[in-house]
């Protein structure tokens, strides 16, 4: 339709009841872009209106070296995204009304570039697609429909030209921050070929601002290598750039307290995201398979086989198939690091400050006190160089309370006032007067990953209900997985989309047949190939969706009290 004809509706409708906005619903050809009106909300006071508009590659003018290519195309996607949002926030409540009226938002994207449902660049011809919310105007709960003419006509249209067109914007930085995406690839590429689990650049700002804010912390002491680790890369746009390069192996990071090292993991485990100009981490990139792993007391588990960490349990309960509705401190990390090796990890993060310390170690005289058979645990101590042997499982340890890893450790790095130090061959020879007791442990030459999947007749009808709240939790049908200490989901957004994961999942793949890793497999191969709008069962694509890796697909079904598993 044209746009001339959502005038005439919004004048025909004006000062009827607010479900006369339903007839605006459609597709309307503005001079510069289509404006679809997918889902109008009930009433003012409901979820807002779900609006998106598309501009053709053409008319936009990006020119295609900014897109053709995945990791550029996402960036810009996240460039266009952010100067849309500026834009839009401006003008948002401009028009006026009861409830919601007005509103206009898009999201918010913090410190990583994400892949989201939010905008859209198609692949071959570059077209943009922008999805957002807008809260359509109503007095009491009357249509005011000359106030969404002034949305529609008026703002929408402002915002679009200067924020969507390439003539609108400043070409250097947009430049600046594609570029920047390729030197991230490039880097983790990088990665494999130099045998890396990590790489931080020098200069790089690890601490942020405050607990709940992801902004570089200012005048923070920038990060330098050690020259024993240092690694140059030559990056396609960014020069020659000099870091540490973390290998392969275990790896140790100890030192005082409050010099750093808990502030270096998260680095490192937020390095499995690209991060935005400015925000410290750029050149900060970690293997991104890494899986952080902690205690995580009180989850449930299902059929987990964490026996080569826990054996002869007092309550005889099988390990090899260990089923719990609420954890302990030892048996959750047990089960996180075996589901992490599930979900294919190669490289864990641990830090001893969220771990159970009975998972961690058994010191000496424990060893002599309570003996190997009357303790369940075979301490992660005693496989961390199997899991590296046998599995090619990469592990960066934080411990600064126990000298025990010192004898395990490929590489031990000390924080100093923030600045790391390689002290590998005298923290060996210091090791050497506490030689290690440890009772031999049976080696663990391989793990079967056969974990059937069952279905769940809560998804039969095909309207299950999905809810994030905040970062913490997703919920199906009210039953609520808690996410919490997923620590490396970034953003509520993936949360949205993990909920719709788990509904295709059980609406369309789970069958009792398929392992959770083909499961899991297949969900991520049919949004690689047709979109997350492939998963999400609406006749509409929600504009919340923020992409997650397979890891996080899999400890979101991992945390799913009803998964039930062969
Ligand atoms: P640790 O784990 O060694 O006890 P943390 O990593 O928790 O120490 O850091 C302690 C404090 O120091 C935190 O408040 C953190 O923000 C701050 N911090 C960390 N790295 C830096 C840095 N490079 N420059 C300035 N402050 C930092
Ligand atoms: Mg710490």
């Given at each position: 339709m044209k746009h001339i004809e959502l005038r005439d509706i919004l004048h025909r409708i004006d000062?009827?009841?607010?479900?006369?906005?339903?007839?605006?619903?459609?597709?309307?050809?503005?001079?510069?872009?289509t404006l679809s009106i997918d889902h109008v909300q009930g009433d003012p006071f409901a979820s807002p209106s779900k609006v998106s508009?598309?501009?053709?590659?053409?008319?936009?003018?990006?020119?295609?070296?900014?897109?053709?290519e995945k990791c550029r195309r996402i960036a810009l996607q996240d460039y266009l995204l952010r100067q849309f949002g500026k834009r839009i926030e401006k003008v948002s409540f401009k028009a006026k009304g009861s409830g919601k009226s007005g509103l206009m938002s898009v999201s918010r994207p913090g410190q990583e570039v994400l892949n989201r449902s939010a905008c859209e660049i198609n692949p071959e011809l570059g077209d943009i697609l922008v999805r957002m919310e807008i809260g359509f105007p109503a007095n009491g709960r009357t249509v005011n429909a000359r106030e969404l003419e002034k949305i529609f006509f008026e703002f929408l249209p402002q915002c679009v030209k200067s924020a969507l067109f390439y003539k609108a914007l400043p070409e250097k930085?947009?430049?600046?921050?594609?570029?920047?995406?390729s030197d991230q690839q490039y880097i983790r590429e990088q990665l494999k070929q130099l045998g890396l689990a990590a790489f931080v650049a020098d200069n790089a700002i690890l601490p942020r601002e405050s607990g709940v804010s992801g902004k570089p912390l200012a005048q923070a002491v920038p990060f330098h290598s050690p020259e024993s680790l240092e690694v140059t890369m030559n990056l396609p746009f960014g020069g020659t750039m000099k870091g540490m390069g973390i290998k392969k192996g275990i790896t140790l990071i100890v030192g005082g307290g409050y010099h750093g090292k808990s502030t270096l993991l998260k680095a490192l485990e937020a390095g499995v995201y690209n991060h935005i100009p400015g925000d410290g981490?750029?050149?900060?990139?970690?293997?991104?398979?890494?899986?952080?792993?902690?205690a995580e007391d009180g989850r449930s588990i299902q059929k987990v086989d964490i026996s080569m960490f826990i054996n002869n349990l007092p309550n005889g309960k099988d390990t090899k198939a260990f089923v719990t509705e609420d954890a302990s401190g030892s048996t959750s990390q047990a089960a996180n690091m075996v589901e992490a090796m599930e979900a294919g990890a190669k490289v864990f993060l641990i830090d001893e400050d969220t771990s159970a310390t009975n998972f961690m170690i058994r010191d000496e005289l424990m060893q002599r006190v309570v003996h190997r058979e009357a303790e369940p645990i075979i301490p992660f101590i005693d496989r961390v160089e199997e899991l590296y042997g046998n599995f090619g499982i990469s592990t960066i340890l934080v411990a600064g309370s126990s000298g025990s890893y010192f004898h395990k450790a490929d590489c031990i790095l000390q924080m100093d006032r923030y600045e790391p130090m390689e002290i590998t061959a005298f923290a060996?020879?210091?090791?050497?007067?506490?030689?290690?007791?440890?009772?031999?442990?049976?080696?663990?030459?391989?793990?079967d990953f056969v974990r059937k999947v069952m279905g769940d007749k809560s998804f039969r009808d095909a309207r299950a209900k999905i809810k994030?709240?905040?970062r913490d939790s997703i919920s199906i049908n009210r039953?609520?997985?808690?996410?919490?200490?997923?620590e490396q989901l970034a953003d509520t957004?993936?949360?949205?989309?993990?909920?719709?994961?788990l509904k295709y999942a059980y609406t369309n793949l789970i069958d009792g047949k398929k392992t959770i890793q083909q499961v899991v497999d297949m969900i991520y191969d049919t949004i690689e190939k047709g979109g997350m709008k492939k998963i999400c069962g609406e006749s509409y694509l929600p504009c919340n969706f923020a992409m997650v890796r397979k890891q996080e697909i899999y400890a979101c079904l991992n945390r799913y009290r009803k998964l039930k598993l062969q």
């Open positions: 000062h009827k009841g607010y479900p006369a906005y339903k007839d605006t619903r459609g597709c309307y050809d503005f001079p510069e872009f508009v598309l501009l053709s590659g053409k008319s936009a003018g990006f020119p295609e070296n900014l897109w053709k930085e947009i430049a600046d921050w594609v570029n920047l995406a981490r750029e050149y900060v990139i970690t293997d991104d398979t890494a899986v952080k792993l902690r060996k020879e210091q090791a050497k007067q506490f030689p290690l007791v440890a009772a031999p442990v049976p080696e663990q030459k391989q793990v994030t709240m905040g039953d609520v997985i808690d996410v919490r200490y997923v957004e993936q949360l949205a989309l993990l909920g719709y994961i």
